[in-house]
């Protein structure tokens, strides 16, 4: 029986919906690790992006959803431009945090956030945190 097969079905369930969601098939990636040595916010997280991909492939559910890299990757897609392989590491973590936002849990809550730090964020951090909340 192979790997795959052998899955148990949450986690199979966890990879197709992945896959689907993202229109990608997470296979095709050979762990070069070109997207984590291009990706600006990777020092930042506990799972840099290649291994985002590798645990996808395992179907690591729990420990994916629970991940701070999720939501700190910015969205730039320097990471889709360098994958050899085609791999949309983007739309992948896309899909990971919509998981969470579909179930209306958000990650941070904007009014804990002290006035004075507020203030001075640039506009722009403002307008891409959007699409990390759910309202
Ligand atoms: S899209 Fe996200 S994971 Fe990809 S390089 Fe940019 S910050 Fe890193
Ligand atoms: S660049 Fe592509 S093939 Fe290489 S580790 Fe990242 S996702 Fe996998």
């Given amino acids: 029986m192979s790997v795959l097969m052998s899955r148990d079905p949450v986690t199979r369930a966890f990879i197709d919906k992945i896959e689907s969601l993202a229109g990608q098939d997470l296979l095709a990636c050979y762990q070069c690790g070109k997207c984590s040595a291009g990706c600006p916010m990777a020092k930042h997280m506990n799972l840099p992006p290649n291994q985002m991909i590798r645990y996808a492939q395992l179907g690591l559910m729990d420990d994916l959803l629970a991940s701070e890299s999720i939501w700190m990757c910015v969205s730039c897609l320097t990471c889709n431009s360098r994958c050899p392989k085609g791999v949309r590491i983007a739309e992948v973590i896309e899909v990971l945090r919509q998981m969470h936002l579909r179930v209306r849990k958000d990650h941070m809550d904007v009014r ?17 945190s959007m699409r990390k909340f759910t309202s």
């Fill in 112 to 128: 804990r956030i002290a006035p004075e730090v507020l203030r001075e964020l640039p506009p722009i951090a403002l307008i891409a």
